[in-house]
């Protein structure tokens, strides 16, 4: 009979904090900076072109950055969103070496960032909160009542309890979701590529003369 996995709490498993607060608006620049930076709209936006909870620098704006080298975030990190409307995006995402771009990444106070502990790998952290269950948690209030906004704080991130398996099983339900993230690339893929053609026929079919 296989051994029942303990539920961990986030704060034993991970380290978390709150991303870096902006005093003021953000610009962002088409080419030029010295860093990238990491807010909720370009994270889902990078998750919704590529169906993947795996993010990469060059997939962020570019920004010209003045501060300490220690709020840059490396690699392994896990990104989760702290704020938005109830019934929002609250997706995590897996931030991971890119081979396009090597500057660093700063992370904006519109995220928890966790940073896993031995024995966790980042990308099943990641598979974890995006867990039906813990993501409807989290997306409508997360324990909270009367408001539509959710603010997700650390204290109560830190509290979450998430069931963590040995690294071999961790690695073995990353191998499957992989799979599953191809799979559905190459539909998304195949159902665009069908799309064109057949607006490429409705046009042929307007354009047709009459006898």
């Not at 990238?36 to 936006?45: F, G, L, P, T």
């Not at 948690?137 to 909270?144: D, K, L, P, Q």
């Amino acid at each position: 009979m296989p051994k029942a996995i303990k539920l961990s709490a986030l704060g034993d498993i991970a380290k978390v904090h709150v991303g870096y607060t902006f005093r003021k608006s953000i610009q962002e620049l088409s080419a030029g900076g010295n860093a990238h930076v990491a807010q909720i709209k370009d994270v889902r936006s990078a998750w919704e072109k590529t169906n993947r909870n795996t993010l990469q620098a060059h997939q962020l704006p570019l920004i010209n950055w003045q501060g300490r080298d220690k709020s840059f975030v490396d690699p392994g990190a896990v990104l989760l969103p702290s704020r938005g409307a109830k019934g929002g995006y609250f997706r995590a995402s897996c931030l991971v070496a890119d081979q396009q771009s090597k500057l660093p990444v700063v992370v904006s106070s519109q995220f928890l960032i966790l940073t896993p502990r031995e024995g966790v790998l980042p990308e099943f952290l990641c598979w974890s909160l995006n867990q039906p269950k813990i993501q409807h948690w989290i997306a409508e209030g997360a324990g909270s009542q009367g408001t539509s906004l959710v603010m997700f704080k650390a204290k109560t991130a830190k509290k979450l309890k998430l069931k963590i398996p040995d690294l071999m099983v961790q690695q073995k339900i990353l191998h499957l979701h992989n799979l599953w993230e191809k799979e559905q690339q190459l539909t998304q893929a195949l159902l665009q590529n069908r799309e064109t053609m057949l607006q490429g026929m409705f046009q042929h079919l307007l354009m047709e003369k009459k006898p």
